[in-house]
């Protein structure tokens, strides 16, 4: 079974509403990722004007829509239907779960229901395994990932781009196919520094 086009309707929770990003969310979209705070773990810079706003739309979300596959949702509340931040899922093999959140609908569960209806759509649409991998000082997104059912297996090193220096990340996974020892090993094999801590102590 194909995983479903994001061109389709999006999923729906109990107190959410998931859809793709369209044209007329940029205000929203700007306000997601322009947030110095909220982008502090996140690869990209945060965006200045509504200009790079349009442009990190159609280069990231448009162009993904346009694939045969796409798994990126904006989240909205049922109240307004209007995007408070993002979960996305690579079609690339690490299958790698991202997500945002403006910091004033932090600490309220909603990356966790989020979370959880894609990863149930995943599993259904038949894709195999979900990763996700967070700085090291970035402690609460582990604490996300455990609670989307998602177990640590190692850490690495990587020259994050395109903010250009040496993260320590932390790779959790989620085998949505029944297979318990498979590992998404690409982050260890491709770095230099990689090594598994003891989580329990964290």
């Known amino acids: 079974m194909g995983l479903r086009n994001m061109n389709t309707p999006g999923i729906e929770t109990e107190r959410l509403l998931l859809r793709p ?16 705070e909220v982008n502090t773990y996140l690869p990209w810079f945060p965006l200045k004007n509504m200009e790079e706003a349009q442009r990190f739309f159609e280069e990231r979300y448009e162009k993904a829509y ?9 989240v909205c509340l049922k109240t307004d239907n209007v995007p408070i931040g993002y979960v996305n899922v690579s079609m690339e093999d690490s299958h790698d779960f991202g997500y945002g959140l403006r910091k004033e609908f932090w600490h309220k569960g909603i990356i966790t229901e989020a979370g959880q209806a894609v990863i149930g759509q995943l599993k259904e649409d038949g894709i195999p395994y979900v990763t996700a991998t967070h700085d090291v000082k ?46 998404y090993r690409k982050y260890w094999e491709a770095s230099r520094v990689r090594f598994v801590e003891d989580i329990s102590l964290i």
Request: glycine share 8%; proline share 3%.
């Open 21 to 36: 990003f369209a044209r007329e969310d940029m205000e929203a979209l700007f306000f997601i990722f322009k947030d110095e």
């Open 66 to 74: 346009g694939q045969s596959q796409a798994c990126k949702y904006g």
């Open 138 to 183: 970035n402690v609460r997104s582990g604490q996300v990932m455990k609670r989307l059912g998602m177990t640590y297996q190692y850490s690495y090193e990587e020259q994050w781009q395109p903010k250009n220096f040496p993260v320590i990340f932390r790779m959790y996974q989620l085998n949505l196919n029944g297979d318990k020892d498979f590992v």
